[in-house]
């Protein structure tokens, strides 16, 4: 088994040969604004991080399944969507419940489900969910099953077309075979815990995990 608890060391982005694309203003200005002044009418919103927002645009299934699931995006997905899909890194930041885990997952369902349609969804890891132990059960079946489900039904009905994305969770409880059994075939969504990513960053069979492989990284 796995052992937890020994404490991740911290990660930076900013390494030799990094492909880094800040979307935020630098360095970041403190402001106050008035409760009923939306966010995105904010001093924070300078034009450094205007000029990578566009208009998101998700695949008709997906749409179709937020809006019978939810209705409207709440402002965090409005503002974190554009930034998400434009490749850029994006920090999102609101209150419990206003539906950021969401905003992050969504865009990436996104991606999967459109390289499903077009043939080009490899055999590797693409998407790390990173929570506290205590919180991946609400986080999952919430943010994660419920909308795989939804969506791949969708795309059944309207385009006939069975995509297979698939997650899988990874902890120190994970039993060994299913640990072999994702190096063999890797989700391409893995949903873990800080102190099991530093595990499998560093362990020999960790590194034989199928990952997306990025330009600069």
């Known amino acids: 088994m796995e052992k937890e608890g020994l404490g991740a060391p911290s990660f930076s982005p900013h390494r030799a040969g990094a492909s880094y694309r800040p979307f935020a203003v630098s360095p970041i200005r403190r402001f106050r604004r008035d409760a009923d002044t939306p966010i995105r009418d904010s001093p924070a919103f300078a034009l450094p991080y205007r000029r990578v927002m566009r208009s998101f645009q998700f695949h008709p299934a997906v749409a179709k399944w937020f809006e019978q699931t ?9 503002l974190g969507w554009p930034a998400i899909q434009s490749g850029a890194h994006t920090l999102v930041a609101a209150p419990t419940g206003s539906g950021k885990t969401l905003a992050a997952f969504l865009a990436s369902l996104d991606q999967l489900f459109r390289d499903g349609l077009a043939g080009n969804l490899a055999e590797e890891t693409r998407v790390v969910y990173v929570s506290p132990l205590k919180a991946l059960s609400n986080d999952i079946h919430k943010n994660l099953e419920q909308p795989l489900a939804g969506i791949r039904a969708a795309l059944r009905a309207n385009c006939g077309c069975d995509i297979d994305v698939r997650a899988e969770v990874r902890t120190g409880d994970t039993p060994a075979a299913k640990r072999q059994a994702m190096i063999r075939k890797p989700p ?21 995990l199928r990952w997306k492989r990025w330009p600069g990284f």
Request: zero cysteines; charged letters at 15%.
């Open 188 to 208: 391409h969504i893995l949903v873990t815990t800080p102190e099991s990513l530093y595990l499998l960053l560093t362990s020999l069979s960790g590194r034989k």
């Open 70 to 78: 939810f209705g409207t995006p709440t402002e965090p997905q409005q």
